[in-house]
């Protein structure tokens, strides 16, 4: 089997003294949509936030294309070609649209999709009409449009992106989710965190499930939404 692109063994993290992930194993293959699952809680953002290397306090290995970027600092793994799409939004809210996105731009990546702001025009029809527009007149589902419009301007290999239908309308998770799939046939890899299942049933090719910091189950996505033991154990509410 190729190794894969991104590889996290044993990975563990704390806030303070509590022990967040307790052992956490997971890969994600080129050109793959892995959604990382789970209730509120179970150590999803936490995942995404220490492969970033956004938290300090961890420990275990974690390497991207067989190099390891566990003991990185989060400035270093963005060079590398992760891009990390927070929860919150985090565009600058005095800034266009085409500002947000200059801000984000690097060169071109070698064998890593390219992307332009016309590019991401296509992709985000709803930022086109919006270009001239400032942060802080935009709705949530703008919002988060622009913030992972903003990443891909850094053309990376592996997308981190932590929950994109929370608290959006099901207009624009629709949108949201397809514009996934397409970044999946660009080329680029992502693992998503996500509660939503029929969110995740339509863009993930495999499924890690998280509970209590550590995975509990892996496998196909097709198999998750057929084992319903499984969903009612770990996802439901």
Sequence with gaps: MPEPL???ESLQAWYGRAHILTGVDLTVGRGEVVALMG???AGKTTTLKAIMGLIEARSGRVTLDGRPIDRLPPH????????YVPEDRRIFADLTVEENLEV????PRPGA????PEKLFDLFPNLAALRGRRGTRMSGGEQQMLTLARTLMGNPFLLLLDEPSE???PLIVRQMAEAVLR???EGLSVLVSEQNVGFAAAVADRASVIEKGQVRWSGPMADLMADESVRRAYLAL
């Design 39 to 41: 209730r509120n809680g």
């Design 183 to 185: 970044l999946k046939a």
């Design 76 to 83: 270093r793994i963005a060079r590398l070609g992760v891009g």
């Design 113 to 116: 999709p390219v992307w332009t």
């Design 6 to 8: 991104l590889r996290a």
């Design 104 to 107: 984000g731009r690097q060169p």
């Design 167 to 169: 608290g959006l309308a």
